[in-house]
């Protein structure tokens, strides 16, 4: 009996710990992939890239669709919500709690954690073939240029982070602006040279050079780089990929021949219908008759001069009460299938704003005012008088720009700090809508109370603490 | 000692030099009682007879004499400490005509001088005999001693003994778990068979443990026991409802009225900040996988998977509570271990039962709202103190509706009765090798919402047992398959009770009426959730026993879960203004399970102690898959249950998980003379939930206990003493629920395709360097027996521990992500002290009354979490305070001349913020909660009845987001008749208000939802079932019926409390997302309360 015991309960213990190891080694699940196989084939590899985009684009009022344009227009002077939860960006009495300033700066962040693993995963990879490569690589630069070149205007000096380790990420200090834009440029002229020109598909939803050599331009001009921005704006216009439409209704469709990059409608079936843009699924008036919960101030209205094509094709009235109110209308599908619009990351009409206003800078007023000349003779408007002084230019470039890329991506409220004029142009109009409302400091947002109760090193904006 | 000792830096070390000192202290007492000679006596004037007793107990040595010699001895007068037996033996004897012989462990007195008589030696008789159940079946490992001498041996799988020199005066002393003990004196018999009954003493009643079985008065750990007729009187859908009350320590809580809606079950408190704190369920030796299977919620909130077994089908439920009862599950026994044992055939001629009942149920309670017009003079009053004009848009109930309408929105909603039938059929037979019962159960039951939906199941259980004619072999199978099928709605909309009492359901037209952006309750009928739940487990277990004592066995396990649900959203429950499309959710959850667990085990008597040693492994694997599609673009609504007719069609969510598991566990269990119990656990445990270094663990525990009635100076000094037991625990346990693969550094699949292509994203920030939670558990009981048993009283105090948590490691999110999951050092206390009182108070041939009754005082602490200061839960938690306190703004009254709320300014900042002002509200876990319950029996009546109680805090109906500010289009409870009128008034009932920008309308938009002032008192005292049975038998039995009876029963009867809401135990909280982070889900007020059922029902036999 004690030798049954003696053999079969050491036999029972020790066969169980042998296999011990091996059985609780599980496979990886099916619904993920590890991350050692993401990056061994073109086809997994490119998922990768996709997936960053399928992501910004996935739900509503996400960084990349209505966020990225909507806060900043309120902030500045182009149109804002009957809902009360954006007064804080329409009076500019941002506080670090607020929950879309925070998305403001993590979600870009994580994008950047994507792009950052995207490109150590690509860049260590010896099995993707050398056109997957270079084009992925250039790609997640372009993107972390792309996510920087916000982050930074939103919020001045920030962390720069261009690795994957988050836990040191975690805790590091505010970089100064100038190095984050070295960065940007950097990485832009490294994507300029990895990107192909064409695109990945039929549609321009995922860079190219030509959207690097945009972005790039666009750099140079927010830091004072007048002739290279001039040179690689040129480069774009000159390329006959892209033009200006005649008809402004065609600028935002999906096959719109003056975009250069545009993000892909992804959650075509919340609304039931099919979703356009989340830009319109938000602005436009769900019937022919019933109200937008955005309005236009009467500032932007009344910058439109007579006869702007823009104002009639890009605003649409709708009726309150009485009361008449405007509501952008650059995307006009609420619903509706098939997806005719993408959201419209970057587009030609911009770099004729961005080459007239290096050119300008550079006192090559003529050509500047041929440049806005193309934009307004589009717009129906009238040439600019040729003889109009440097200054003068430079004050049509800024109206210009305002008009046409209202709505878009912040444009007029990066416009208005970059160029000094903030304080001069928003304090009257936003005090008119609550005394003291602006302050100087505004021009920054707030670094977000999470984000800084979590990294005891991010100090704050000044006007916030 | 715990602070200094055993919870010290290396417990484990400490653990077995402990378990060793403990082992060696009690060989070293052993030795001692069986071969000391060391007598301690003080006689004066003794009978030589009483000397020889007290020598008897102290050494063991029996006298052996005639009796007529001692009986003329001279009396004995001795004084000796620590004396050796010959020294002693000499000194009684002195001046007596007597002397002595040791033989063996006898001590033989004769005549001076005198030859040994022959008699001296004594007859060393061979005793043997079968021992018997009283169905006549042989009983195995019946324990079989002779009284007062170390001599024992166990009965053979034949229920055969034997045991050798036996004397003509023993007493042999018959013993068997389950058993009451038996003594026959030999008398001079060779052949002695015994017949046991079973144990009528709660005592000595079976309680399952883990991988086996033990008593009451032998256990070293704390479990409580649950058994089918407590679970059978109660008319409740699923299991765990049944336990409600019942045991000390376990808190269940209901979260809807709905049917299948889920339960929260805590034994002992919350020991995770994050992660599940819920036990770990065994269903016939199989885990049950209790993690609602949803892809997404419907109007009962999750389904609870507990709601597919049948309760009818189960024989038992045991709860294991103590490191001694739980440690041998490891890694997944934190939480506490709920075993479940389905029934089993009975021996004899077929018998089927029948047993049917139906009823019916309604809430439990509603709450007083005001009426029309109090409503609307409060509507007006608002905004007159606003200073504001009421239009049709802000206020279509003063100026559009019907002044006069008054629609009762509970009763319209909720207020109805639902049907409860259920009938069951079960057939249960067998012989001495073969037993088998086979069952079927059909439950159907409605809601009291206002269309015609529900719950039905069918359910069949089937059990066999075979034993070979040898009993050498054993094999036993059951399964237990159940189908169900949940009808309800996709919204719970019990949170209509406050729409505004005049407001119109229907236009002239009969078509709905809609305004603004309220919904229309009576619309959302129409949107349909259905979910069906298939349910197999199968288990069998197969048993050799090699030698007498020496068992194997496997125990091999089968679960199979598969649930589906389907929910619509047609156009007529849009608001047309609205609506965008209808649409569909599909969801398809599947899990399955495989366990097999070898074990052996092997019981040997040496002496006088037993000792019983079990070695297992285990293999376990669950594959969990499901997936969610959601539909639109369908050609009519009457086709949203068709997939196929969406013209657009979405994958939403597939999941798939592989969790694996093993171990290898052990125990013994060592007991000496039914006085000294020692009991050891241990468990290795692998996981494949954690990285690949980290997924082993070792767990074990050590428990002891002293039956001190059995000591004979502790039976003479407190002969009312019956029973008296101490015993204590100490060890560690593990928590895995985390969820699987979260150490895996991987991309996941994005929720949407782009361009065409599919596209992935970093799942996750990887860590692979995490581990178990652990649980360390304390434990120290006392259980009292007092006039044979007849009142039977235990306190437990226990301390449970739990560190090493697994939580989200917050990052700052510029690191791209928020947080990783690792281990923090945080540690969490829960202890509390649990009594149990079990009286029989009158027990009569006719009459009967038994008094059963728990309490259990728990307290919940944190003790500690470094970097709290810094961490993302800086606000969340508080160093010494519950896990789970609420803060919010502390009330200090409403102005007496502006009817505004004010709130304590804590910071003086001279303004009320959340960052500055936050007091502790209180603790959503109870202070002390429990039950009494009482059995009566009165000739053919059986009335059983019982009281749960429990007392608690929590938010009040006006708490949280949801909650409706006074005075805006929106119903409000008769409490606000209190509400502050004019200047001077003195009240807590802010003023109402209407307008959003008013001073009023922000301090109770803004501070008072979420203030003291609407968090209360929430405890009650239910009576939570009555159960009233009649024995029809002998008015049947002619007609060949064995036995009948009727019986009414009824479950959640009355409600006393002051709590301010719908029910005290849901508290009328929406928790279809509740988290343990978020302990009221989305806090949007109002489920159906908990229901009120009442049945009639009628058991007969054939």
């Known amino acids: 009996?004690?030798?049954?015991?003696?053999?079969?309960?050491?036999?029972?213990?020790?066969?169980?710990?042998?296999?011990?190891?091996?059985?609780?080694?599980?496979?990886?699940?099916?619904?993920?992939?590890?991350?050692?196989?993401?990056?061994?084939?073109?086809?997994?590899?490119?998922?990768?890239?996709?997936?960053?985009?399928?992501?910004?684009?996935?739900?509503?009022?996400?960084?990349?669709?209505?966020?990225?344009?909507?806060?900043?227009?309120?902030?500045?002077?182009?149109?804002?919500?009957?809902?009360?939860?954006?007064?804080?960006?329409?009076?500019?009495?941002?506080?670090?709690?607020?929950?879309?300033?925070?998305?403001?700066?993590?979600?870009?962040?994580?994008?950047?954690?994507?792009?950052?693993?995207?490109?150590?995963?690509?860049?260590?990879?010896?099995?993707?073939?050398?056109?997957?490569?270079?084009?992925?690589?250039?790609?997640?630069?372009?993107?972390?240029?792309?996510?920087?070149?916000?982050?930074?205007?939103?919020?001045?000096?920030?962390?720069?982070?261009?690795?994957?380790?988050?836990?040191?990420?975690?805790?590091?200090?505010?970089?100064?602006?100038?190095?984050?834009?070295?960065?940007?440029?950097?990485?832009?002229?490294?994507?300029?040279?990895?990107?192909?020109?064409?695109?990945?598909?039929?549609?321009?939803?995922?860079?190219?050079?030509?959207?690097?050599?945009?972005?790039?331009?666009?750099?140079?001009?927010?830091?004072?780089?007048?002739?290279?921005?001039?040179?690689?704006?040129?480069?774009?216009?000159?390329?006959?990929?892209?033009?200006?439409?005649?008809?402004?209704?065609?600028?935002?469709?999906?096959?719109?021949?003056?975009?250069?990059?545009?993000?892909?409608?992804?959650?075509?079936?919340?609304?039931?219908?099919?979703?356009?843009?989340?830009?319109?699924?938000?602005?436009?008036?769900?019937?022919?008759?019933?109200?937008?919960?955005?309005?236009?101030?009467?500032?932007?209205?009344?910058?439109?001069?007579?006869?702007?094509?823009?104002?009639?094709?890009?605003?649409?009235?709708?009726?309150?009460?009485?009361?008449?109110?405007?509501?952008?209308?650059?995307?006009?599908?609420?619903?509706?299938?098939?997806?005719?619009?993408?959201?419209?990351?970057?587009?030609?009409?911009?770099?004729?704003?961005?080459?007239?206003?290096?050119?300008?800078?550079?006192n090559k007023l003529d050509i500047a005012i041929d440049d806005l000349d193309e934009i307004r003779h589009r717009a129906g408007l009238d040439p600019l008088d040729d003889n109009l002084t440097q200054d003068q230019v430079l004050q049509a470039v800024e109206q210009e720009r305002r008009v046409e890329l209202f709505s878009e991506w912040g444009h007029r409220w990066f416009d208005l700090k970059r160029t000094n004029r903030a304080d001069a142009v928003l304090a009257p109009m936003k005090e008119a809508l609550q005394p003291s409302a602006w302050q100087s400091t505004d021009t920054l947002y707030p670094i977000p109370a999470q984000a800084r109760r979590t990294n005891v090193n991010l100090t704050q904006n000044n006007g916030y603490n | 000692m715990y602070r200094t000792g055993i919870f010290s830096s290396k417990p484990i070390v400490r653990i077995m030099k402990l378990t060793i000192f403990l082992l060696f202290a009690f060989l070293l007492k052993a030795e001692a009682k069986g071969f000391a000679q060391n007598i301690t006596l003080s006689e004066k004037n003794a009978s030589l007879e009483s000397v020889f007793k007290k020598i008897t107990r102290q050494t063991g040595y029996i006298f052996w004499y005639e009796n007529k010699l001692v009986r003329d001895a001279k009396k004995v007068t001795i004084e000796v400490r620590n004396g050796n037996l010959d020294d002693v033996l000499k000194s009684c004897l002195s001046n007596q005509e007597l002397d002595y012989a040791i033989v063996g462990n006898t001590i033989v007195i004769k005549e001076k001088n005198a030859p040994d008589p022959p008699i001296a030696r004594p007859p060393a008789v061979d005793v043997h005999g079968t021992v018997t159940d009283a169905s006549g079946k042989p009983l195995v490992a019946v324990s079989v001693t002779v009284k007062n001498s170390t001599k024992g041996t166990n009965t053979n799988d034949k229920g055969e003994y034997q045991i050798s020199g036996v004397n003509e005066t023993d007493v042999l002393v018959f013993s068997s778990i389950g058993y009451e003990n038996l003594e026959l004196p030999v008398n001079g018999r060779t052949v002695i068979n015994a017949q046991l009954t079973v144990a009528v003493n709660s005592l000595d009643e079976a309680v399952v443990i883990a991988y086996g079985k033990t008593s009451k008065r032998l256990n070293t750990g704390t479990v409580a026991s649950v058994t089918s007729q407590a679970i059978e009187d109660q008319p409740v859908a699923d299991p765990l409802s049944a336990l409600q009350g019942r045991v000390a320590g376990l808190n269940i809580v209901s979260t809807s009225g709905l049917p299948g809606s889920n339960l929260q079950v805590r034994l002992r408190g919350e020991?995770?900040?994050?992660?599940?704190?819920?036990?770990?369920?065994?269903?016939?030796?199989?885990?049950?996988?209790?993690?609602?299977?949803?892809?997404?919620?419907?109007?009962?909130?999750?389904?609870?998977?507990?709601?597919?077994?049948?309760?009818?089908?189960?024989?038992?439920?045991?709860?294991?509570?103590?490191?001694?009862?739980?440690?041998?599950?490891?890694?997944?026994?934190?939480?506490?271990?709920?075993?479940?044992?389905?029934?089993?055939?009975?021996?004899?001629?077929?018998?089927?039962?029948?047993?049917?009942?139906?009823?019916?149920?309604?809430?439990?309670?509603?709450?007083?709202?005001l009426s029309t017009s109090e409503y609307l003079a409060m509507r007006r009053e608002a905004f007159a103190a606003d200073g504001a004009a009421p239009t049709t848009t802000s206020a279509p109930d003063l100026l559009t509706w019907d002044q006069n309408a008054n629609n009762d929105w509970q009763d319209m909603l909720i207020g109805h009765t639902a049907n409860l039938t259920q009938a069951q059929a079960s057939i249960s037979g067998g012989n001495e090798t073969t037993r088998f019962l086979f069952s079927g159960t059909y439950r159907n039951e409605s809601t009291v919402l206002p269309i015609d939906l529900g719950y039905k199941r069918g359910s069949a259980h089937l059990s066999l047992d075979h034993s070979s004619v040898d009993r050498k072999f054993n094999i036993t199978a059951s399964i237990n398959y159940s189908a169900d099928k949940n009808d309800i709605i996709a919204t719970d909309i019990t949170q209509y009770y406050k729409l505004a009492p005049n407001m119109p359901v229907y236009n002239d037209d009969g078509s709905y009426y809609w305004f603004g952006s309220i919904q229309n309750p009576m619309a959302f009928l129409h949107r349909s959730y259905e979910t069906k739940t298939n349910n197999l487990i199968a288990n069998s277990v197969i048993r050799y026993t090699i030698v007498p004592g020496l068992n194997i066995r496997a125990n091999l396990g089968y679960t199979n879960t598969n649930f589906k649900q389907t929910l619509t959203l047609p156009e007529i429950s849009f608001n047309p203004d609205t609506y965008s499309g209808s649409s569909a959710q599909y969801g398809f959850s599947d899990v399955s399970s495989y366990i097999v667990e070898p074990q052996a085990d092997y019981s040997v008597k040496l002496g006088s102690s037993n000792l019983q040693v079990l070695a297992g492994a285990s293999w376990q694997q669950n594959i969990g898959e499901g997936h969610y599609l959601t539909g639109s673009g369908y050609s009519s609504d009457v086709l949203l249950q068709n997939m196929k007719d969406a013209s657009e069609l979405v994958v939403q969510n597939y999941n798939y998980s592989k969790y694996r598991y093993q171990s290898v566990f052990g125990r013994a269990t060592y007991n000496w003379r039914q006085k000294y119990l020692l009991n050891a656990t241990f468990r290795r445990d692998g996981s494949s939930r954690f990285g690949p270094d980290k997924r082993f663990g070792n767990f074990g525990s050590v428990g002891a206990a002293w039956i001190f009635s059995s000591e004979d100076f502790i039976s003479n000094a407190l002969p009312f003493l019956s029973f008296g037991k101490l015993r204590g625990s100490y060890g560690s346990t593990g928590n895995d629920q985390i969820g699987d693969y979260a150490y895996l550094d991987s991309w996941s699949s994005v929720n949407f395709p782009y361009g065409g292509s599919s596209g992935l994203y970093p799942t996750r920030l990887a860590n692979a360097e995490y581990s178990w939670e652990t649980n360390r558990k304390l434990e120290a009981a006392l259980e009292l027996g007092f006039l044979k048993n007849a009142i039977l009283f235990n306190v437990s105090y226990y301390n449970n521990r739990s560190g090493n948590q697994l939580i989200q490691y917050s990052l700052s999110p510029q690191s791209g992500f928020d947080s990783y999951i690792a281990n923090l050092p945080a540690k969490i206390e829960n202890s509390g002290w649990e009594f149990e009182v079990n009286t029989i108070n009158v027990k009569k041939k006719n009459f009967s009354w038994t008094t059963s009754a728990n309490l259990s005082i728990v307290s919940n602490k944190l003790l500690e979490y470094p970097g709290l200061a810094e961490s993302v839960d800086a606000s969340r938690y508080v160093i010494g305070k519950s896990i789970r306190i609420i803060k919010g703004y502390q009330f200090t009254g409403v102005n007496s001349q502006t009817g505004v709320a004010e709130f304590l300014d804590v910071d003086k900042d001279n303004a009320i913020s959340e960052d500055g002002d936050f007091v502790i509200l209180g603790n959503t876990l109870p202070r002390y909660y429990g039950g009494l319950q009482n059995s009566i029996t009165y000739k053919g009546w059986q009335l059983d009845f019982l009281f749960q109680f429990v007392k608690q805090e929590g938010p009040t109906i006006d708490y949280g987001a949801q909650a409706a500010i006074y005075g805006t289009l929106a119903n409000q409870t008769a409490k606000l008749e209190d509400r502050w009128k004019q200047p001077g008034d003195i009240t807590t009932v802010p003023r109402p208000s209407a307008t959003a920008s008013n001073a009023a309308y922000l301090a109770l938009n803004n501070q008072y939802r979420y203030s003291s002032a609407v968090w209360g008192d929430a405890s009650f005292i239910r009576l939570k079932n009555i159960s009233l049975k009649y024995d029809l038998s002998r008015f049947t039995r002619s007609w060949k019926i064995q036995s009948s009876s009727v019986y009414f029963q009824a479950q959640n009867l009355f409600t006393i409390t002051s709590y301010d809401g719908f029910d005290p135990e849901t508290k009328g909280f929406d928790r279809t997302t509740v988290s343990e982070v978020l302990p009221f889900g989305t806090i949007r007020p109002a489920v159906v309360p908990t229901l009120s059922t009442f049945t009639l029902g009628l058991k007969f036999s054939l």
């Open chain 2, 271 to 369: 020991n995770s900040l994050n992660n599940g704190s819920d036990p770990l369920y065994i269903i016939d030796g199989v885990p049950f996988i209790s993690t609602p299977l949803n892809q997404f919620n419907g109007a009962n909130g999750s389904q609870n998977p507990m709601a597919s077994i049948n309760p009818n089908d189960i024989d038992r439920i045991d709860v294991l509570k103590d490191a001694d009862a739980t440690a041998i599950y490891g890694s997944r026994a934190a939480n506490g271990v709920i075993l479940i044992s389905t029934k089993r055939g009975r021996t004899g001629k077929a018998v089927t039962d029948f047993n049917i009942y139906s009823g019916v149920s309604m809430v439990t309670r509603k709450v007083n709202m």
């Open chain 1, 1 to 362: 009996m004690k030798h049954t015991l003696r053999y079969i309960l050491p036999l029972l213990l020790l066969s169980a710990i042998v296999s011990c190891k091996k059985y609780v080694d599980v496979p990886p699940p099916q619904d993920q992939l590890p991350a050692e196989a993401a990056f061994t084939t073109d086809k997994t590899a490119t998922a990768t890239m996709v997936g960053l985009y399928s992501n910004m684009n996935g739900y509503n009022y996400s960084f990349a669709n209505v966020l990225a344009s909507f806060m900043p227009a309120m902030s500045a002077d182009e149109f804002y919500s009957a809902f009360t939860s954006f007064d804080a960006f329409k009076l500019n009495s941002l506080t670090p709690d607020n929950s879309y300033v925070n998305t403001l700066w993590s979600q870009p962040y994580s994008y950047i954690y994507h792009v950052n693993a995207i490109y150590e995963g690509v860049a260590a990879s010896n099995s993707l073939s050398p056109a997957v490569k270079s084009q992925l690589l250039g790609e997640a630069r372009f993107m972390r240029a792309f996510f920087y070149f916000y982050l930074v205007n939103y919020f001045g000096d920030v962390p720069l982070i261009l690795d994957t380790d988050a836990r040191k990420n975690s805790s590091l200090p505010r970089t100064p602006a100038a190095q984050v834009y070295e960065s940007i440029i950097n990485d832009l002229k490294e994507a300029v040279d990895e990107l192909q020109d064409d695109y990945q598909n039929s549609e321009r939803i995922r860079p190219n050079k030509a959207a690097a050599k945009t972005l790039l331009a666009r750099a140079y001009l927010y830091t004072g780089k007048w002739s290279d921005a001039e040179t690689l704006a040129g480069e774009v216009i000159g390329d006959n990929h892209y033009q200006l439409l005649t008809n402004l209704n065609s600028v935002f469709l999906k096959t719109s021949q003056e975009a250069i990059f545009q993000i892909a409608a992804v959650n075509t079936v919340t609304g039931a219908g099919g979703m356009n843009t989340w830009e319109g699924f938000n602005i436009v008036p769900a019937t022919p008759t019933s109200r937008s919960y955005y309005i236009i101030f009467p500032e932007l209205m009344n910058a439109f001069e007579s006869g702007d094509l823009r104002k009639a094709n890009w605003t649409k009235s709708y009726v309150v009460g009485t009361n008449t109110y405007y509501c952008p209308f650059k995307y006009q599908n609420r619903l509706i299938s098939p997806v005719v619009e993408y959201t419209t990351v970057l587009r030609l009409a911009e770099l004729y704003l961005i080459r007239a206003e290096a050119r300008a800078k550079q």
